[in-house]
């Protein structure tokens, strides 16, 4: 059984800064694919960024220049982690890991993220 466990989320003044994390266990297989998707009040689910291995790191249009994702965890690059620059109020939303393991997606709960004065 994979699971992901998310870490990091909470409330932050507009420019500030957060770091999300995730750790995937539970496969003897690395994940292909890691990365963040968000969602917000009345919102469908959007991709943040993901690594794939092999291919490098994909970026919403919006977060360009202020997310950073990256993959630990050299063995078995089974750790992501989002750095959240510059953050704005649009940011806010519940963010998600995701894990693509031999073909299939798998989530993390979420954790809530808040841009407020």
């Known amino acids: 059984q994979v699971h992901l466990v998310e870490s990091g989320g909470g409330l932050v003044q507009p420019g500030g800064s957060l770091r999300l994390s995730c750790t995937a266990s539970?496969?003897?297989?690395?994940?292909?694919?890691m990365g963040w998707y968000r969602q917000a009040p009345g919102k469908e689910r959007e991709l943040v960024a993901t690594?794939?291995?092999?291919?490098?790191?994909?970026?919403l249009d919006s977060v360009k220049g202020r997310f950073a994702v990256s993959r630990a965890n050299a063995r078995a690059m089974n750790t992501v982690y989002l750095q959240m620059n510059n953050l704005e109020p649009e940011d806010t939303a519940v963010y998600y890991c995701n894990a693509v393991i031999r073909g299939t997606p798998y989530w993390g709960q979420g954790t809530q993220v808040t841009v407020s004065p």
């Open positions: 690594h794939t291995t092999g291919l490098g790191t994909n970026y």
């Open positions: 539970g496969s003897i297989f690395t994940p292909v694919r």
